[in-house]
């Protein structure tokens, strides 16, 4: 990549902002724009998560997401430190409460240290030292989970950004794209050099090269920008509550349940966020609209591009039983209390406030199969992140690494 190129970032979560910040700090000389649809940054899945650091517990090894949550972690917590922003590497607790999932967490247990993690096995009394109200037949302890509010931490890549004299704009949305055989506005030698002319709702952009952070409109986006790609975003909705004031004392930490190894999601889980607030969830139920923060929010587009794809009807044929049960536990108080006591018997309905609920892009393939491992893909001159699900925020300083050094830096 030569030093005078314009690079298009589209979308201004953290994947966009951190491809962004890496460009303009490792390619001086490079043009670099960020253009996001919202009046803010990181509205949708970057401010709307857990705001955990994940160690990359649960990942294959060899994987994408065992190789770049693991060194991405780092990279969060030295950023970080050096921006002030308040985070703790805390550990976690991965807490079995029925028989049949002791195996499991035996499993979970070699998979972290395959990864390289600190992991500590636990009977019933040493799980009880970290967290003294769970209930649990076993746990696994894990040293190197973190937390962080990732609003922050865009916020101080936005603000490096600025220094570096980036362009930033708010409130623009990318509508397409097209090789100029008229030069765009003042482009003049863009076609001639190769180029491409991102189309937005405030005019055209000229760029050599494109990278597309859309998150939730990830494969509507890259149709946008003349790529087909095999794969749909499916929204799941991740709804959260959180404890009173009064039950916060019965969660110090970080409490998950065995995951189900079916499922991509980790199950309602307990977090004590770095505002010292404990989130309770999040579940995961269809989302009615890519953007489907409740049950009354729905898109007929999103619902149609949903609906249209084959993979959509495998998928919900695959998972009847889950799905069912997801949207009860949604619809019910109760249920959703109920799948937290089974970790921390103490607790009470009335313990659970709302909160605010996100939205998780997850890829699925045409055979209904869910895409497990992070997914980019460059095409021509624009490279795709077509599946960034979690821990892609964890992950962001190396997917952005990945993106600027190997895939940008190819032809
Ligand atoms: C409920 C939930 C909990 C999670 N918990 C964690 C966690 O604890 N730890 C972790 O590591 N990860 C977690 N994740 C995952 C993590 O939040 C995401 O992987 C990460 O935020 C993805 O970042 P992104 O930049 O790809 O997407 P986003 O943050 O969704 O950003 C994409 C941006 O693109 C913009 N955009 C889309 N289309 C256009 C267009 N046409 N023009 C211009 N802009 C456009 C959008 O407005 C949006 O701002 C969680 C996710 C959810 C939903």
Redesign the pocket.
């Known amino acids: 990549m030569s030093r005078s190129q314009r690079v298009v970032v ?7 902002l951190a491809v962004a910040e890496r460009l303009c700090r490792t390619r001086p000389g490079t043009e670099v724009t960020v ?4 009046p803010g940054w ?5 401010g ?5 650091i ?1 160690s990359g517990l649960y990942y294959p090894p060899g994987s994408a997401k065992a190789r770049l949550c693991r060194a991405g972690a780092t990279l969060m917590v030295e950023f970080a430190r050096a921006e002030g922003i308040p985070h703790e590497v805390c550990g976690k607790l991965v807490v079995a409460t029925r028989a049949d999932e002791l195996p499991r967490l035996r499993q979970l247990a070699a998979r972290g240290r395959e990864n390289g993690l600190t992991v500590t096995e636990l009977d019933p009394a040493g799980a009880r030292e970290h967290e003294p109200h769970v209930d649990a037949l076993a746990a696994v302890h894990v040293a190197e989970t973190g937390v962080v509010d ?1 609003g922050r931490v865009c916020a101080a890549l936005v603000r490096r950004l600025e220094a570096y004299g980036a362009t930033l704009l708010l409130g ?3 509508l397409g794209t097209s090789t100029p055989a008229a030069p765009a506005l003042g482009t003049a030698g863009m076609g001639a050099r190769g180029g491409v002319t991102v189309r937005t709702t405030r005019g055209d952009l000229p760029a050599d090269l494109v990278v597309a ?5 990830a494969d509507v ?1 890259a149709r ?1 920008l003349g790529h087909e790609p095999d794969t749909r975003i499916v929204p799941f909705r ?1 709804e959260y509550r959180v404890l009173a004031p009064a039950a916060t004392h019965l969660v110090r930490g970080l409490v998950y349940p065995v995951p189900d190894p079916d499922l991509p999601f980790l199950g309602v889980h307990l977090t004590r966020g770095i505002d010292g607030e404990v989130h309770a969830g ?1 579940n995961a139920v269809l989302a009615l609209a890519r953007e489907g923060y409740t049950w009354g929010t729905a898109s007929w587009p999103d619902l149609r591009d949903t609906l249209a794809f084959p993979g959509s009807w495998r998928l919900a044929a695959r998972h009847l039983r889950t799905g069912a049960h997801e949207m009860a536990r949604s619809l019910s108080a109760h249920r959703f209390a109920d799948s937290l006591r089974r970790l921390v018997p103490e607790l009470r309905d009335e313990d659970l406030l709302p909160a605010p609920a ?4 997850q890829a699925v393939r045409r055979d209904g199969s869910l895409v497990d491992d992070f997914l980019v893909k460059r095409s021509g001159r624009v490279v795709h ?1 077509l599946n ?8 962001a300083f190396e997917i952005a690494r990945h993106i600027v050094d190997d895939l940008l830096h190819e032809g």
């Open positions: 589209v979308g201004g979560g953290i994947i966009g253009v996001e649809k919202e990181a509205r949708h899945q970057t709307r998560n857990s705001g955990v994940h990732y623009v949305e990318v952070c859309a998150g939730l409109h986006v946008r991740g999040p996100g939205v998780r892009a992140v960034a699900p979690s821990p892609a925020a964890t992950s």
